[in-house]
T-cell receptor, first 114, second 115 residues
Framework: KAGVTQTPRYLIKTRGQQVTLSCSPISGHRSVSWYQQTPGQGLQFLFEYFSETQRNKGNFPGRFSGRQFSNSRSEMNVSTLELGDSALYLC?????????????FGPGTRLTVT | AQSVAQPEDQVNVAEGNPLTVKCTYSVSGNPYLFWYVQYPNRGLQFLLKYITGDNLVKGSYGFEAEFNKSQTSFHLKKPSALVSDSALYFCAVRDISYNTDKLIFGTGTRLQVFP
């Protein structure tokens, strides 16, 4: 079974631009979560989607948004990029509320804002 | 509020020696606890979990963890460290709020195994 895939793997953007990151979950998984990883703040939860609905959101400004499509693929968008948005963005998928309780992570997208 | 703490930023151990990476948690109710490992430029890989049952949990790559309810700890252990175990380790607890799979992570501990 293929794992979680994220595209692109690396991205360089300029302040003020916007960016869209993509995540394809493991086949059959319907829940997708996004996390931001930085050296200073560690791993922080961004948001979670299930059946095309956002069911949980972390403490991030409105510049961060996401969506989920009917095939469970998810995208996150960051508008008006700031230097502090430079981070590794990780996507995780799971089969919600199943007995394994595990989340499976993709390799991440490394975003650099200059 | 739920949280996990990893009190050590870095743990150094010689190859062949036992290793311990510490984690304590704060959760109201029964905790669902996880350990993940991250190698450079990679995502997180699942190592093991405690949901219920035996307090000693065995996971991937020879790692194990002991759930201790009285000390609210979930320390990661391995009897004999390998240089290839050098990586960043995260302890996490599942948010017990209704209808979410969200994980709350500790700050991570960098494990360095020296030959």
């Amino acid at each position: 079974k293929a794992g979680v895939t994220q595209t692109p793997r690396y991205l360089i953007k300029t302040r003020g631009q916007q960016v869209t990151l993509s995540c394809s979950p493991i086949s059959g998984h319907r829940s997708v979560s996004w996390y931001q990883q930085t050296p200073g703040q560690g791993l922080q939860f961004l948001f979670e989607y299930f059946s095309e609905t956002q069911r949980n959101k972390g403490n991030f400004p409105g510049r961060f948004s996401g969506r989920q499509f009917s095939n469970s693929r998810s995208e996150m968008n960051v508008s008006t990029l700031e230097l502090g948005d430079s981070a590794l963005y990780l996507c995780a998928s799971s089969f919600p509320r199943d007995s394994n309780y595990e989340q499976y992570f993709g390799p991440g997208t490394r975003l650099t804002v200059t | 509020a739920q949280s996990v703490a990893q009190p050590e930023d870095q743990v150094n151990v010689a190859e062949g020696n036992p290793l311990t990476v510490k984690c304590t948690y704060s959760v109201s109710g029964n905790p669902y606890l996880f350990w993940y490992v991250q190698y450079p430029n990679r995502g997180l890989q699942f190592l093991l979990k405690y949901i219920t049952g035996d307090n000693l949990v065995k996971g991937s790559y020879g790692f194990e963890a002991e759930f201790n309810k009285s000390q609210t700890s979930f320390h990661l252990k391995k009897p004999s460290a390998l240089v290839s175990d050098s990586a960043l380790y995260f302890c996490a607890v599942r948010d017990i709020s209704y209808n979410t799979d969200k994980l709350i992570f500790g700050t991570g501990t960098r494990l360095q195994v020296f030959p």
